[in-house]
C-alpha cells in the first residue's frame, strides 16, 4: 500500500513538473492481484453545469491493430489506468463491438452497455463504471455491430450521448477492434490520434500497415504512432517501427511516430489470467514501465492529440460519417 501511495505521490509531482516545465509525466498504480469481481457501479449523472458551461473537450485516442491477438486491448486498460493515476479524467470506450472484452481484463460485471443505451434502456451515465485504477468504461456489445444499419435516430442518440463525455473527460480511449472494417475505421477516421498495436510477427507487420495506408487515404490531420508489443529488447522494437515508418514514408508520404513498446512480459500473462491489469498487479514489472513511458509520451505530445477542439470534437465528427 505504500508503494502504491508513493507511485502516486510522485505521479502527481512529474504532472505538476510538466505543466511548469512541458516536461513528459506518466503513471503506473499498486494494487493487490487476484480482486473478486467488481460489482456494477454506474457514475453519477452529469451535472447541469457542464452543459451551461461547456470545458475544452477531451483528446481523443483509437487504439488499433491490424490484427488479432497482439494485446492491443491490455494496452488500452493498462493507459487508461497509467493516465488516470496522473491525474487525468480518462474514460475508455470498449469499441471492439463485436468481442469486447475490456471488462473481462478489468474483472468487472457490466450488466448493461451501449447497446442498452441505443435500445433506449438506459442512459449514458447508467453504463459509465467506474472500472479498478480510477478510469471510467463503457462497455461494447455485439448489438451494436453494425452501427451503418442503424436508424438515423439511433445514429443521433449514440452521438450525443457520448458527446456529453467530451465536457467530462481529458482523455477517451477507444479500443476499437482489430482490422479494416467500417466499424473500426469508423472510430479511428475521426479521432484526433490513432494508436497502431503491432507485435514483431510478420503477419501482424503486415496488418499494421496495412491500417497506416488505409488511414493514409482519409486526409485529415490525425496523428499516427505505432506501438510495438512483446518485444525481445529495444532494438527489436526499433527494427520494427524502422521498417514500418520507412515504408510508410517512402511510398504513403505518411510520418508514423514512435509511440514505443512493451516488452514481453510474464507479469502480463499473470494478470490476464487472475484478470488484474498489470500496472496494478504488478507495477514494478517490465511491461508496466513501458506503460508508463507511453503515458509520459501522450502526454508530453509525440504521440499525442490536438487539445484545442479545433477539429470540432470526435463525436461530432462521428456524428458527420454516420451522416455521410
Given at each position: ?30 494494487a493487490s492481484a487476484a480482486p473478486p ?6 457514475l453519477p449523472p452529469p451535472q447541469a ?276
Amino acid at each position: 500500500m505504500s508503494l502504491m501511495i508513493d507511485q502516486a505521490e510522485q505521479l502527481r509531482s512529474l504532472v505538476r513538473e510538466q505543466q511548469a516545465r512541458q516536461q513528459p509525466a506518466g503513471a503506473t498504480a499498486a494494487a493487490s492481484a487476484a480482486p473478486p469481481p467488481v460489482s456494477h457501479q454506474s457514475l453519477p449523472p452529469p451535472q447541469a453545469s457542464v452543459a451551461a458551461s461547456p470545458r475544452r473537450r477531451a483528446s481523443v485516442i483509437a487504439v488499433t491493430s491490424g490484427k488479432g491477438g497482439v494485446g492491443k486491448s491490455n494496452v488500452a486498460v493498462n493507459l487508461a489506468i497509467a493516465l488516470a493515476s496522473a491525474g487525468k479524467e480518462v474514460v475508455l470506450l470498449d469499441a471492439d463491438l463485436g468481442l469486447a472484452n475490456a471488462d473481462v481484463l478489468c474483472n468487472v460485471d457490466l450488466p448493461s452497455n451501449l447497446a442498452h443505451v441505443i435500445a433506449r434502456k438506459k442512459e449514458l451515465h447508467e453504463v459509465l463504471v467506474k472500472a479498478p485504477g480510477g478510469f471510467g468504461l463503457i462497455g461494447g456489445a455485439s448489438g451494436l455491430a453494425r452501427m451503418a444499419d442503424l436508424s438515423d435516430y439511433d445514429r443521433q442518440r449514440l452521438v450525443d450521448a457520448l458527446g456529453l463525455l467530451e465536457q467530462q473527460a481529458d482523455v477517451i480511449l477507444i479500443d476499437t477492434g482489430a482490422g479494416i472494417s467500417p466499424n473500426v475505421l469508423s472510430f479511428t477516421r475521426t479521432a484526433d490520434h490513432v494508436l497502431v498495436v503491432t507485435t514483431p510477427e510478420p503477419t501482424a507487420i503486415t496488418d499494421a500497415y496495412a491500417v497506416v495506408k488505409v488511414l493514409s487515404k482519409d486526409g485529415g490531420d490525425r496523428r499516427i504512432s505505432l506501438l510495438v508489443n512483446q518485444v525481445r529488447s529495444l532494438n527489436e522494437a526499433k527494427v520494427v517501427y524502422g521498417r514500418i515508418a520507412q515504408v510508410a514514408k517512402q511510398f504513403l508520404g505518411v510520418s508514423v511516430l514512435d509511440g514505443g513498446h512493451v516488452v514481453a512480459d510474464e507479469s502480463v500473462v499473470q494478470a490476464v489470467r487472475r484478470r488484474t491489469p498489470f500496472v496494478i498487479g504488478n507495477p514494478s514489472s517490465p511491461a508496466s514501465k513501458c506503460v508508463t513511458q507511453l503515458a509520459m509520451r501522450l502526454q508530453q505530445g509525440v504521440a499525442g492529440a490536438t487539445m484545442d477542439g479545433s477539429n470540432g470534437g470526435f463525436f461530432s465528427r462521428m456524428g458527420r460519417w454516420f451522416k455521410g
